[in-house]
């Protein structure tokens, strides 16, 4: 039976679990542990890789690899698909275009994103729901000139999220979580009163140190964001 680096990795994260290898301890060397498992050292270096890159072991150069005293642990977050969320829960999904305009970036925007004086931005405003219920309210800015094909997209039908995460790959992204007093609009379009406070997801990507897209995508009241780590 072939040894697969998923195995070392689990055997190893076991050990650890059990306190075999506590920490603080020094990890055996590739080469000792690849003849213990009867593997290729390529597939113990791959087992150490993933183990350090979740923060479980630490490897220095000339210093070896140790169990960290306290592990790292790292919130990751995917760029979902609204539409699979809601249909997730259960849920009829509908979609809604608000307004689609090409203008000159707003000096606010220039700022965020290190665009030119004067140029031009799409901006998308829409409603995703749920049940027929309104459930996020997405404001949308995306570059052109990094996304060229977004001034031929039809958002009639299917919103920008979906398209940008298929059609457009990005290096880097900033995430804010935020609570804001919900104004006369997104009010009427949440379904809530005004003053009203709601969560707030600000999210800016980037490719090769080009901006894409800032979205801001504001939730109906009582929504719940939940991650594992």
Aim: net charge negative.
């Amino acid at each position: 039976m072939t040894v697969t680096f998923k195995d070392v990795k689990a055997d190893l994260l076991d050990q650890i679990a059990r306190g075999t290898l506590r920490p603080g301890a020094q990890m055996p060397n590739e080469t000792d542990l690849a003849e213990a498992y009867g593997c290729a050292r390529a597939t113990v270096n791959r087992a150490m890789r993933e183990l350090a890159e979740e923060g479980i072991v630490e490897r220095k150069r000339k210093a070896g690899t140790r169990v960290r005293m306290a592990p790292i642990r790292q919130a990751r977050f995917s760029i979902p698909i609204v539409r699979d969320e809601i249909e997730a829960q259960g849920a009829e999904y509908r979609y809604a275009l608000l307004d689609r305009t090409v203008q000159g970036a707003p000096d606010w925007l220039r700022g965020r994103l290190g665009l030119d004086a004067g140029q031009e931005v799409l901006h998308v405003v829409c409603m995703h729901y749920a049940d027929g219920m309104p459930y996020q309210h997405e404001d949308r800015w995306i570059n052109p000139e990094i996304v060229p094909g977004v001034l031929a997209a039809d958002f009639s039908v299917n919103g920008p999220n979906e398209w940008l995460v298929a059609e457009v790959p990005f290096s880097d992204a900033e995430i804010s979580f935020m609570a804001v007093e919900a104004e006369q609009g997104l009010a009427d379009h949440l379904g809530c009163a005004v003053d009203d406070a709601l969560f707030r997801i600000e999210r800016t990507t980037w490719l090769r140190g080009s901006a894409i897209t800032l979205v801001r995508l504001t939730y109906r009241r009582g929504h719940r964001m939940t991650t594992q780590y």
